[in-house]
């Protein structure tokens, strides 16, 4: 995969992506090393599965791209705040670091609700830094649903 684009430039493109499937427009890409090496976005009604979020499927494309279920030196960069299953998910995975656009307060886990990170049994929370191209991600995520509200 390119790294010439912004990392946030591809999960927003995997977003669109994610749109034009008719799923929640969310896009997500792990950077090793300053390369990309996994992109993906949502794919639960197209795979039929609950946990085909965006972060996940990366999170695995990553895992099997670096041949570890440690992503250690890894970066995610993902256009939503990351749920709960997602932000446990980040932890297990060991991310370096993680970036998200869009807060999520009803559905995030990191800024809001139940601040996963931040709780006592978390045994590994990742730098988080959020509001990275938040304006095109929120929009995004806007346009998304008041379309399909007609």
């Known amino acids: 995969m ?3 684009r912004r990392p946030m430039e591809v999960a927003l ?6 749109a034009a499937r008719g799923e929640v427009p969310v896009g997500a890409v792990i950077v090793h090393d300053g390369r990309i090496i996994a992109a993906a976005g ?7 599965d ?4 965006a972060e996940i499927l990366a999170i695995r494309a990553a895992a099997a791209a670096l041949g570890s279920e440690r992503l250690i030196g ?4 993902v256009t939503l705040e990351p749920c709960p299953m ?31 990170y931040a709780a006592p049994t978390c045994h590994h ?13 929120a ?5 998304f649903f008041r379309d399909r509200r007609g």
């Not at 890894?74 to 960069?77: G, R």
């Not at 929370?125 to 991600?137: F, R």
């Not at 929009?139 to 346009?143: G, N, S």
């Open 2 to 4: 390119s790294s010439e």
């Open 13 to 18: 493109d995997e977003a669109r992506a994610a």
């Open 42 to 48: 949502n794919r639960t009604l197209e795979l039929r």
């Open 50 to 53: 609950p946990t085909a979020h």
């Open 74 to 77: 890894a970066d995610l960069h």
């Open 86 to 116: 997602c932000a446990a998910a980040i932890s297990f995975a060991r991310i370096r670091r993680l970036y998200f656009g869009a807060g999520d307060p009803k559905g995030g886990a990191v800024e809001h609700g139940v601040r996963l």
């Open 125 to 137: 929370a990742p730098e988080v830094y959020s509001g990275i191209a938040e304006t095109e991600a």
């Open 139 to 143: 929009a995004l995520l806007r346009d």
